[in-house]
């Protein structure tokens, strides 16, 4: 035994319960990382098992195959095969769902190939039961050459015999030699000769395939892996040149001769697999599966519609309101902080730094729980109960249209309430293209911080009249922003998939597991998985551009006016912040971009108001508030309303028309001003890159659109 | 292909999908969705 702790890769398909016996297992010993260059997270976990060892337990990404076409099924044969930077495992515990078992054996024979010691672990057994089938194990170990265990994961089902299995497999008392040997035809057997000796010689050496018998499988397995995945643009990195040459050249000879040779693989595969089958499994004649009369009702055309719309509304409204009293005490509870603090610290600079810096800062981070752990309790019971795959079944068609997953649905929903949780949902398509393309369009729906900008413009802007009879001018103001920001994102999706995004196309076959009861300890597991991640990740990023936004517009200090704050009237206060904000390094960024913004219709005052809303659309009204020397004002304030409609250009022609006002809400409904969100996208897509572009993109694409608003209306004389 | 539709495999159409485009399909004991296109490439056999 080496001092290296085992490591043991818990592999299996989506939705064999992998994730539930996962949790089991290690229960809250869990540690979250990420795969080296790519968005998908790494959990692992320790455990003891048998024979007194700890070992590392690592949660592989689910997968239907080793033929790796995406990159989650590239991490699943790395981390089994330990190439490309993955440690190879001691062990791999492989989950296989009792009731799938033709389509799970599938993964099982390409593990097996790998020749690494496996344990079986035969999920969902008590269901077999239900269904009115039996299956005779002893049979299944015998045609496998390895360990099968009977487990429960959902149930409180004894693990023992299971954790006892994976230590003698680590003692190498279960070293199996005997593995399923899976016919090929001659043509299969040659093609695969041909390619083997291109397989990259330190993929076959591991510490359990000393035997030559085993490297020599593991290299024809590697082989037809090639054959299998390799395409001559595919997502995979870390292939040998030489060897994707080969098996691109290998398979397009024999295809040549009529031979498609990842068809006749697969189906050898399962001719392996359908013929032992049956004899291993009884099934008595039953009743339709109770999921499928579930889903007589969640997928009819009418009610399940009516309860769609309805769940969703329910996700919605969480989102959108019922997440508004919990911020609501999460910035009591800061502001409460600040107060305490500035109570107890002597006047003066560093207790404004602490307050208005760090405090600040902290408070929003954290003002984003509410809704993080929200929408993942929701997420998390549509994954766990499988409502999540009927969702994307439901919506696939509206969201292909625009090139994006069926699973894009819930995140673009939650893109209405705040883009930094639906960020964090993009996590529950598989593939990174569609995670990215969903993480690029999002920040476009129109989120709650829009709204007191749009209604301080509007309230200011507009009158209160009526059009066509009963329609209210400013409601209508509002419905049309929600439409635009809606049909912009849509539009911004199908342009980005058929552009950066081009020939990627989704994912064709959806599974639709059976239904079954949450487990509820996974649901608060991802719950709690996710809002640290967001904490620890994208925590920091934002406190310091909090602290950095604190610092750009309060210094240099104002000599004035620290002596005239001295002065108790209010109104003077106010205009000696004012007098502070526009000298500031903020306060002159926003004189020195004028000329940029000048025409869409915006003075300076409105530039320092922008980089003010950087730390949050909303503080754009409490920045314009101080700017306009009116000390703290909200949306809702007359003087502040007042004030803008009164303000002047120094010709006096006023700052604020009708026009300019519907120049900045469509420049607000645009542009990324969010450093959160930048700091989520940062999060999930570990690179500056995208971030980068999204803010790029979407500044450019708000400039344009305000400057066509603001010209084309002068043109028409507004 | 990998989800274990080939020639041979016994299917049983259970719906279609509401707003059209996909099929539900009971394949080896279990249940997939796939859009019609697609499931126009099948050959399917009655019987």
Not at chain 1, 261 to 268: G, I, K, M, Q, S
Not at chain 1, 643 to 665: C, F, N, Q, W
Not at chain 1, 691 to 705: E, S
């Amino acid at each position: 035994m080496n001092t290296r702790r085992p490591l043991v890769a818990l592999a299996g398909n989506p939705n064999t319960g992998k994730t539930t016996l996962f949790n089991r297992l290690t229960g809250a010993q869990q540690k979250v990382g990420n795969y080296a260059g790519v968005t998908v997270e790494r959990v692992s976990g320790l455990l003891q098992v048998a024979g007194g060892h700890e070992i590392e337990l690592l949660d592989v990404p689910g997968t239907y195959s080793l033929a790796a076409k995406s990159k989650e099924e590239e991490l699943a044969l790395k981390c089994l095969a330990g190439i490309g930077g993955e440690p190879a495992p001691d062990a791999v515990l492989l989950v296989l769902d009792a009731t799938q078992l033709s389509r799970n054996l599938y993964l099982a024979l390409q593990v097996l190939e790998l020749r690494v010691p496996v344990i079986i672990a035969l999920n969902m057994a008590d269901e077999l039961a239900k269904r009115g089938q039996t299956l005779d194990v002893a049979a299944l170990e015998r045609e496998l050459g390895v360990p099968v265990v009977l487990v429960s994961a959902l149930h409180d089902h004894d693990l023992g015999p299971l954790l006892a299995r994976v230590g003698e497999a680590l003692e190498g008392r279960a070293m199996q030699l005997a593995r399923p040997q899976v016919t090929l035809s001659p043509v299969l057997q040659a093609a695969v000769h041909e390619v083997a000796q291109h397989v990259p010689g330190e993929w076959l050496t591991r510490a359990h395939t000393q035997h030559a018998a085993h490297i020599e499988a593991r290299r024809q397995a590697f082989a037809a892996w090639a054959l299998l995945s390799l395409e001559e643009r595919d997502e995979l990195d870390d292939v040998p040149g030489n060897l994707r040459a080969q098996a691109l050249r290998v398979r397009a000879a024999y295809a040549a001769q009529g031979h498609a040779l990842d068809d006749e693989l697969v189906a050898a595969r399962y001719a392996w697999i359908d013929e032992r089958l049956p004899r291993m499994v009884r099934t008595a004649p039953t009743t339709k599966p109770v999921s499928e009369r579930i889903d007589s009702v969640l997928l009819h055309p009418v009610l399940g519609f009516a309860v769609f719309l309805l769940l969703m509304g329910i996700v919605f409204q969480a989102l959108f309101a019922w997440s508004d009293p919990l911020i609501g005490y999460v910035e009591a509870a800061v502001g409460w902080v600040g107060d305490s603090l500035r109570g107890v610290l002597a006047e003066g600079l560093v207790t404004d730094f602490v307050v208005d810096g760090l405090v600040a800062g902290v408070g929003s981070v954290i003002v984003f729980l509410p809704q993080i752990l929200l929408l993942f309790f929701f997420i998390g019971l549509m994954e766990d109960t499988g409502y999540m795959a009927r969702v994307a079944a439901l919506m696939d068609r509206v969201m292909r249209t625009m090139g994006l997953s069926g699973r894009a649905f819930v995140p673009m929903l939650s893109g209405y309430a705040c883009a930094v949780p639906a960020i964090l949902a993009t996590r529950t398509m598989e593939r990174q293209r569609d995670r990215l393309l969903t993480m690029l369009v999002v920040p476009l729906m129109t989120c709650s911080a829009r709204l007191p900008v749009y209604t301080l413009l509007i309230g200011a802007l507009y009158p209160p009249t009526v059009v066509l009879g009963f329609v209210p001018v400013q409601g209508l103001l509002m419905v049309a922003m929600y439409l635009f920001s809606t049909l912009v994102a849509l539009v911004a999706a199908a342009v980005l998939s058929k552009t950066l995004f081009r020939g990627q196309a989704a994912a064709l076959i959806l599974e639709l597991p059976a239904y079954r009861a949450p487990h509820w300890p996974s649901v608060w597991s991802m719950m709690r998985q996710r809002a640290w991640s967001f904490l620890r990740d994208a925590g920091g990023v934002i406190l310091a551009c909090t602290v950095a936004l604190w610092f750009l517009l309060s210094f240099p200090r104002h000599e004035a006016t620290e002596a005239r704050v001295d002065q108790v009237s209010v109104t003077s206060e106010a205009e000696a912040r004012a007098e502070q904000l526009a000298d500031s390094w903020g306060g002159r960024f926003g004189h020195w971009i004028e000329p940029a913004i000048e025409p869409l219709g915006f003075d300076w005052k409105i530039g320092v108001g922008l980089v003010g809303a950087f730390a949050a659309r909303e503080v754009f009204v409490s920045t314009m508030g101080v700017v306009y020397g009116l000390g703290d004002a909200d949306e809702e304030s007359d003087t502040l309303r007042a004030t803008i409609k009164a303000e002047t250009h120094a010709d006096g022609r006023p700052v604020y028309t009708p026009l300019v006002g519907l120049s900045l809400m469509v420049f607000f409904a645009l542009a990324c001003q969010c450093m959160s969100t930048l700091a989520a996208v940062k999060r999930e897509t570990r690179t500056w890159r995208w971030p980068v572009f999204l803010f790029v993109y979407m500044t450019a694409l708000a400039w344009i659109a305000s400057f066509v608003v603001y010209q084309g209306g002068r043109l028409l004389g507004f | 292909m990998e989800m274990g539709l080939l020639p041979g495999t016994l299917v049983r159409m259970v719906r279609r999908m509401p707003l059209g485009g996909l099929v539900e399909l009971e394949v080896r004991g279990g249940h997939l969705s796939l859009r019609s296109s697609e499931v126009g490439q099948l050959m399917v056999e009655l019987g």
